[in-house]
């Protein structure tokens, strides 16, 4: 399994856009990346996916530049409601798979 | 609503207790896990399933059992409750050709 690097913690203010970036430098060739969010008393939620490029939907989009070492989460024009920890986890595409996750980024929007 | 449902939502046990953890999910997924997180910690993986008759163990088995009888339940079974399991305890599953996880609500498990 790829591990994944992701900052501990990261402060923003309501409205602007936030970028939480996770390092996965032995992602192997047939690994998916996704993120879910996890809000206090809470499972994690999924939030999104992808293989390489950008991937956008109605809550973020995820940048994944050409080498895939790396990859993006952005969260445009954060609310105080967005407040969470945002977990990177690289996956094996198709059949079994043994998903771990890191420790996450905690993200605290600020009035 | 479907889902993942855990049940207990909460359970204070005695040292050398045991109990199980149901789980349950009405999505006909294939794949089902067990989590366990400790406080400031992420989720670590205990045991999973990648279908009825299946299953595997993760990151932290020592002190569970698991087994999967059908494709809608999973529960988790402490053997004998120690301090060190005290946690919250989280199921997951998805479908095979997917790779988002729906996880249950949780149970938070205290043993004293």
């Known amino acids: 399994l790829a591990k994944t690097t992701q900052p501990i913690s990261m402060d923003s203010y309501e409205g602007q856009e936030v970028n939480i970036t996770c390092s996965h430098n032995n992602i192997a060739t047939n690994d998916y990346i996704t993120w879910y969010q996890q809000f206090p008393s809470q499972g994690p939620r999924f939030i999104i996916q992808g293989y390489k490029t950008k991937v956008t939907n109605e809550v973020a989009s995820l940048f994944i530049p050409a080498d895939r070492k790396s990859s993006t989460l952005s969260l445009p024009r954060v609310s105080l409601s967005d407040t969470a920890v945002y977990y990177c986890?690289?996956?094996?595409?198709?059949?079994?798979?043994?998903?771990?996750f890191g420790t996450g980024t905690k993200l605290q929007v600020i009035p | 609503n479907a889902g993942v449902t855990q049940t207990p939502k909460f359970q204070v046990l005695k040292t050398g207790q045991s109990m199980t953890l149901q789980c349950a999910q009405d999505?006909?997924?294939?794949?089902m896990s067990w989590y366990r997180q400790d406080p400031g910690m992420g989720l670590r993986l205990i045991h999973y399933s990648v279908g009825a008759g299946i299953t595997d163990q993760g990151e932290v088995p020592n002190g569970y059992n698991v087994s999967r009888s059908t494709t809608e339940d999973f529960p988790l079974r402490l053997l004998s409750a120690a301090p060190s399991q005290t946690s919250v305890y989280f199921c997951a599953s998805r479908r095979g050709s997917t790779y988002g996880y729906t996880f249950g609500s949780g149970t938070r498990l205290t043993v004293v």
């Open positions: 999505m006909n997924h294939e794949y």
């Open positions: 986890l690289v996956a094996e595409a198709g059949g079994y798979q043994k998903v771990t």
